[in-house]
């Protein structure tokens, strides 16, 4: 009876302690479960954290870029509207009906204009990319009908009459003209200034709506 009592003792013992090492063999697999896991999140984490640095600089790059860009742009705009109004201003006399200097000068600020936007217009929206092709068409339509003036100031008259009909005399196109340069296209660009301010978050009108 004893030794039977001394056998399941010991084979108590011996469950106990099985048992107990397979507890101890569980929680290290857990344990060395769990910091795998946390090793592989918190790579994870630094991965992600240094995609973000990286699209932090990319976007802080391209803002520094539209920056330079609006602001180039806006200037060169501001040299378009003097330029054009060098030409369709009425104060310049009888030499307004000659094609010279001050004209080529506009077709110069024209194309550079045009290809400054061309070349950078990835970094702003579509709706901005239209107004800024509106603007531009306006000056070219205004410069084209100053040119088609000065063609029509040299030609002949009949009865003071052009032997090629026209609706308006040169000189009254030129007078149009003239206001347009200093009204119609000086509010473009106003209102140009006043949309890349709301671009670049430094609009006053949009932070009284805001």
Same mark, same amino acid.
């Given at each position: 009876?004893?030794?039977?009592?001394?056998?399941?003792?010991?084979?108590?013992?011996?469950?106990?302690?099985?048992?107990?090492?397979?507890?101890?063999?569980?929680?290290?697999?857990?344990? #060395?479960?769990?910091?795998? @896991?946390?090793?592989?999140?918190?790579?994870?984490?630094?991965?992600?954290?240094?995609?973000?640095?990286?699209?932090?600089?990319? @976007?802080?790059?391209?803002?520094?870029?539209?920056?330079?860009?609006?602001?180039?742009?806006?200037?060169?705009?501001?040299?378009?509207?003097?330029?054009?109004?060098?030409?369709?201003?009425?104060?310049?006399?009888?030499?307004?009906?000659?094609?010279?200097?001050?004209?080529?000068?506009?077709?110069?600020?024209?194309?550079?204009?045009?290809? @400054?936007?061309?070349?950078?217009?990835?970094?702003?929206?579509?709706?901005?990319?239209?107004?800024?092709?509106?603007?531009?068409?306006?000056?070219?339509?205004?410069?084209?009908?100053?040119?088609?003036?000065?063609?029509?100031?040299?030609?002949?008259?009949?009865?003071?009459?052009?032997?090629?009909?026209?609706?308006?005399?040169?000189?009254?196109?030129?007078?149009?003209?003239?206001?347009?340069?200093?009204?119609?296209?000086?509010?473009?660009?106003?209102?140009?200034?006043?949309?890349?301010?709301?671009?670049?978050?430094?609009?006053?009108?949009?932070?009284?709506? #805001?």
């Amino acid at each position: 009876m004893n030794e039977l009592i001394a056998f399941i003792l010991t084979g108590g013992a011996v469950a106990g302690g099985i048992v107990w090492v397979v507890k101890i063999l569980i929680a290290k697999s857990i344990d #060395a479960g769990v910091k795998t @896991y946390q090793l592989r999140l918190d790579k994870e984490l630094e991965s992600h954290r240094h995609q973000l640095e990286l699209m932090k600089i990319q @976007y802080s790059s391209l803002n520094d870029k539209r920056g330079v860009f609006i602001a180039e742009l806006y200037s060169m705009f501001f040299e378009l509207e003097t330029a054009l109004q060098s030409v369709t201003t009425i104060f310049q006399g009888g030499e307004w009906s000659s094609i010279g200097e001050k004209d080529k000068q506009l077709m110069e600020q024209l194309h550079l204009v045009n290809a @400054y936007f061309e070349k950078n217009r990835i970094l702003i929206s579509d709706n901005l990319c239209a107004f800024i092709e509106n603007n531009i068409k306006e000056v070219e339509s205004i410069f084209e009908k100053i040119i088609f003036a000065k063609s029509a100031s040299s030609w002949e008259f009949v009865d003071d009459l052009p032997i090629v009909p026209v609706k308006k005399t040169p000189t009254e196109i030129w007078q149009e003209m003239d206001l347009l340069a200093r009204n119609k296209i000086k509010e473009n660009r106003k209102e140009l200034a006043e949309q890349f301010r709301v671009l670049i978050g430094v609009s006053i009108t949009a932070n009284k709506k #805001a």
